[in-house]
């Protein structure tokens, strides 16, 4: 198995399926850092691969990608061989809409696809992404997955809104100068993703969080027309960060999807 810097290890060879998740704005790896011990307890066979992404955590010397496009283009590249096996996609939020670029351009050029996506937190793609454009926080029709012209104290204050950043970092200025430039090129990045493409031949499993201030769950369900291969929807308690929040919960919904999906065949797309 080719290495590559979008992993932190070489996937297991002989795992069923692979799931690989994809990070929220300002997010990395280490959000999926339980995932694997706790979905073995929860009887799931999986290879569970968290995504690294370039310019945070143990890549954090790397540019940021700003562009969603030629984002998508390396990790199809670089994960292509990872892609080729049985596999699962899970994105929260910012990671939702790398996760459905990447199988857009994948389906396009007739690459396997996963079994099945599992999104949460974010707009489907015809919607425009949530703005937060002053210092007024989140709230309905503003938000971190868009482009963002607040300060830095807005901003920071927005994500504690959300639940994305501990109140206590308020009071330490040099966890912030590390952190927002992250958040601001991601929030960059999802401004960029341009229009909308047709269904996807995947099913589609969402997860929306009860009280998400900054996704609604009609904008999360509004993903069913992307869905040719079928569509459930769940909603969790939580805000936009339920991840965090209530990752019991959100691990008790993903254990009995990787269970299901785990025996089929990959689907392969015809290009298009």
Do not use: I, K, N
């Amino acid at each position: 198995m080719t290495t590559t810097e979008y992993l932190a290890r070489a996937p297991r060879p002989h795992a069923p399926v692979r799931l690989l998740c994809f990070p929220f704005a300002g997010g990395g790896a280490s959000a999926y850092a339980r995932w694997q011990r706790e979905l073995d307890a929860r009887g799931a066979s999986v290879d569970v691969l968290p995504v690294r992404l370039p310019g945070r955590e143990g890549r954090s010397g790397e540019p940021r990608f700003t562009d969603l496009a030629p984002l998508v283009v390396e990790l199809d590249e670089e994960l292509d061989e990872v892609l080729a096996s049985p596999h699962l996609l899970y994105g929260h939020s910012m990671g939702t809409l790398v996760a459905y670029a990447l199988m857009r351009r994948r389906q396009e050029r007739g690459a396997p696809l996963p079994r099945a996506a599992l999104l949460a937190a974010y707009r489907a793609p015809h919607l425009p992404p949530p703005r937060l454009d002053s210092d007024t926080g989140a709230g309905a029709g503003a938000g971190t997955d868009g482009s963002c012209a607040a300060s830095d104290s807005g901003l920071a204050r927005a994500l504690v809104a959300l639940g994305g950043l501990p109140e206590a970092l308020l009071g330490h200025p040099e966890w912030l100068r590390a952190l927002l430039p992250v958040v601001r090129d991601d929030l960059a990045l999802c401004a960029s993703a341009g229009t909308a493409g047709g269904p996807l031949r995947v099913p589609l499993h969402l997860f929306a969080g009860a009280d998400d201030s900054l996704v609604r769950t009609s904008e999360v369900t509004a993903w069913r027309r992307y869905a040719a291969r079928g569509c459930e929807v769940r909603v969790l308690p939580g805000g936009h960060f339920f991840l965090r929040t209530h990752e019991e919960w959100l691990l008790d919904e993903v254990a009995p999807l990787v269970r299901r999906y785990g025996g089929r065949r990959t689907v392969h797309a015809a290009a298009s």
